[in-house]
Nanobody, 124 residues
Framework: QVQLVESGGGLVQPGGSLRLSCAAS????????IGWFRQAPGKEREGVSC????????YYPDSVKGRFTISRDNAKNTVYLQMNNLKPEDTGVYYC?????????????????WGQGTQVTVSS
């Protein structure tokens, strides 16, 4: 009954933009910290953004800071990841995850629910 479903991935040229969506069902994400992760072929899953449940504060690693923006729309029970100025190294499967803790964490066990992922490919 609890599901997170990512959408919005696709093939874009370097410098292009995509907006990913993470739609929740079976629970209300208002009370959860939401993280976005990506996994490139042969690489471990890494965090690219987080939005805190307690105060709405956000986190971005240096690799995406200034290019990615996380936001939430509680009315739609959806979290978004706006990705601008995409680079080939941004290629990977992007996942959203929900954690019941009040903080913002890039440690995978922090999260209770995971989506199945959406593919993002940045190539000319």
């Amino acid at each position: 009954q609890v599901q997170l479903v990512e959408s919005g991935g696709g093939l874009v040229q370097p410098g292009g933009s995509l907006r990913l969506s993470c739609a929740a069902s079976g629970f209300t994400l208002d009370y959860y910290t939401i993280g976005w992760f990506r996994q490139a072929p042969g690489k471990e899953r890494e965090g690219v953004s987080c939005i805190r449940s307690s105060d709405g504060s956000t986190y971005y690693p240096d690799s995406v800071k200034g290019r990615f923006t996380i936001s939430r729309d509680n009315a739609k029970n959806t979290v978004y990841l706006q990705m601008n100025n995409l680079k080939p190294e941004d290629t990977g499967v992007y996942y959203c995850a929900a954690g019941s803790g009040s903080g913002c964490d890039d440690d995978l066990p922090f999260y209770d629910y995971w989506g199945q992922g959406t593919q993002v490919t940045v190539s000319s």
